[in-house]
């Protein structure tokens, strides 16, 4: 991890969240995005032909990067012990595949999850404070978040209040995503839950948006920003996660501070992941290609990385008769 | 004096899940006539074509089983109908591929049309031949019924190349599979017109997918592939070797195969039901009696 800049630079920083007015003049004075060049350098990037032993170790990569995701209103504990299973051992024929990074669940059932999974070394993340709506009291949304962190979570996904956010009360935000982080500590002690952050890009608007809000979840402590919950379209789309990608790389430079991206929604397909990869090296470099820091919320994503998977090692197609359906 | 008007020298498509796009692999060739002249350019179809068209098969499969027999048959008479609209496109198309004479080939088109309406009566009516209610020694209904096999992949014969085509295909889909159809390599264009009466005739996209281009290359990834449940080797025919490795490939995951004959049958022939049943499972269901 490069030294942190100069302690000016630092210095400036936190004086930005002293005021909501000293907030909004720093969150305006981030430079505009460019949609049509941000738009075409992601569909460029997206053009990269990743083959053969590259493939294969993109794949494994992506595999490792899943965070495994159920949120229905019909879950039920049979279904997420079903895919915490699958989080761990996803092809049961094949002992070389890798396990996911985590799995993702609604905070009621991450004791399941929890004893499914055991020390497999698969987190489990669990959606708090009001996902997806994010609209609650902001006691509710603690009491949420405390509660999913006693049954064990090791990671929290909270969703910013966009109305807040969209109405300029930006410090509100701020300081909501302060508590939450609060919240994530564990009361004996130990290591804290980690905390990402779901902007739901796709009811944000303009990609100024989007950097505005990465620097301010950063600023207020996010160990991740992540793009959508799933449940609004368009989720989570390559311009959207590189102007969050800059955002976290500007954010290493001015503090030395390294920040996790997770794009989630709307990714299904092996292809997809990895142009998604292929930006993640481009944008900000080999560090970030790693499950400590860049994830896929994604369903049914593994299915397919498992389909491609198998073909490469056998050299025939799979179908969807050899993966389970989730 | 007006100036010579120049030709539309047409490169044709592949028709894959309704839409016509062209090969992933940027290649076409050169259709030529019987007697060696240039034709059209037709797509030339990769095996990531085939793994397309493949997705597509088993995406429209749930539905196209899903219809009603009656509204198969609807469908396919419809095929009938608009094929019958198009003749001289189709008496010029296997004119020029085949070599015949322009009576020739309107014989052959009329064939395929009523073969065609031949299949779609039989749409509803298959289950009442090969389907049965079986006496058993207890009180159960015991019924058997035949049920689509799946994604069934086509090699459409090589010389035949439209009554042939349509032999072929139309029994596999009148009891509710989907195709992938690889047509013949030097006479492509009857199964692109084909695709374009298949487009505008109520079938659904994905229920029949055609790849122009060599079986050669594409077959081996069609036989291979685990979700492709059945194939036909009638392309093949005479091949030996490609036949057997083919048929090894389908082994894998036990795919139905119909195999390669000898040589090119005679598709003016009356076609047997075997067409059908070659490409149905039977289903048998135990109900118990007075619930």
Redesign the interface.
């Given at each position: 991890m490069p030294a942190l800049t100069s302690p000016g630079a630092t210095g400036d920083l936190s004086d930005v969240t002293a005021s909501d007015a000293t907030l909004r003049r720093f969150l305006h004075g981030l430079p505009g995005v460019d949609q049509v060049g941000a738009e075409a350098r992601a569909a460029s990037l997206g053009t990269r032909s990743i083959k053969t032993t590259a493939k294969a170790q993109a794949i494994d990569l992506a595999i490792r990067m899943v965070d495994l995701t159920t949120l229905e209103g019909q879950d039920t504990p049979g279904k997420v012990r079903a895919l915490a299973s699958k989080a761990m051992r996803p092809d049961p024929t094949d002992a070389t595949c890798p396990a996911t990074a985590a799995v993702c669940v609604y905070p009621d059932l991450v004791g399941v999850a929890k004893q499914q999974l055991g020390d497999s070394g698969v987190n489990v993340a669990a959606v708090a404070a009001a996902v997806p709506r994010g609209r609650a009291p902001l006691d509710i949304k603690l009491a949420d978040t405390r509660d999913a962190v006693a049954a064990g979570a090791d990671e929290i996904d909270m969703v910013i209040d966009r109305g807040a956010f969209l109405t300029g009360r930006y410090l509100q935000v701020f300081e909501e995503i302060v508590a939450v982080r609060g919240a994530c500590e564990r009361p004996g002690g130990g290591e804290p839950a980690h905390l990402k952050v779901i902007f739901e890009t796709g009811e944000l608007q303009t990609y100024d948006n989007v950097r505005r809000a990465s620097w301010l979840a950063m600023l207020a402590g996010a160990h991740f920003i992540k793009t959508s919950t799933g449940k609004v379209q368009p989720a989570a789309t390559l311009p959207v996660t590189l102007v969050m990608l800059e955002a976290v790389r500007d954010y290493r430079e001015a503090t030395g501070q390294m920040v996790g991206v997770k794009p989630a929604g709307g990714i299904r397909t092996t292809k997809d992941a990895v142009k998604y990869l292929v930006m993640v090296n481009e944008v900000v470099g080999a560090d970030w290609l790693d499950p400590d820091w860049f994830r896929f919320g994604a369903s049914t994503l593994l299915n397919d990385l498992l389909m491609q998977r198998s073909k490469l090692a056998t050299?025939?197609?799979?179908?969807?008769?050899?993966v389970t359906i989730d | 004096m007006a100036a010579p008007r120049i030709d539309v020298r047409k490169t044709y498509k592949l028709y894959i899940g309704g839409a016509f796009p062209r090969s992933e692999s940027g290649y076409s060739y050169t259709a030529l006539d019987a007697k060696g002249r240039f034709v059209a350019n037709a797509a030339l179809a990769s095996r990531k074509d085939a793994?397309d068209a493949?997705v597509a098969a088993?995406k429209a499969f749930g539905g196209w089983s899903g219809r009603t027999a009656y509204n198969r048959a609807q469908i396919l008479y419809r095929v009938a109908e608009v094929l019958e609209d198009r003749r001289p496109q189709f008496a010029l198309a296997v004119q020029q591929s085949e070599g015949l004479t322009p009576a020739r080939a309107n014989a052959v088109v009329d064939a395929a049309v009523d073969r065609l309406v031949w299949y779609a009566g039989w749409a509803d009516k298959l289950t009442q031949v090969v389907g049965n209610a079986n006496p058993v020694a207890g009180p159960f209904f015991n019924l058997s019924t035949p049920e689509p096999t799946g994604v069934v992949a086509v090699l459409a014969p090589q010389g035949s190349s439209l009554l042939g085509l349509v032999s072929v295909l139309a029994p596999v889909i009148v009891t509710g599979n989907t195709v992938v159809l690889v047509s013949s390599y030097a006479r492509p264009l009857p199964a692109v017109n084909l695709a374009e009466v298949l487009a505008t005739s109520d079938v659904p996209g994905g229920v029949v997918n055609i790849l122009t281009g060599d079986a050669a290359t594409v077959a081996p990834?069609l036989a291979?592939?685990?979700?492709?449940n059945a194939i036909d080797l009638a392309g093949v025919a005479g091949d030996t070797e490609l036949a057997t490795s083919l048929e090894v490939?389908a082994a894998?995951n036990l795919k139905r195969v119909r195999r390669a004959p000898a040589t090119e049958p005679d598709w003016a022939a009356a076609p047997d039901l075997t067409a059908m049943t070659d490409f149905v499972e039977i289903k048998t269901v135990w109900h118990p009696m007075g619930v």
């Open positions: 050299g025939r197609y799979s179908g969807p008769d050899y | 793994r493949v088993r990834w291979a592939h685990l979700d492709v490939a894998d």
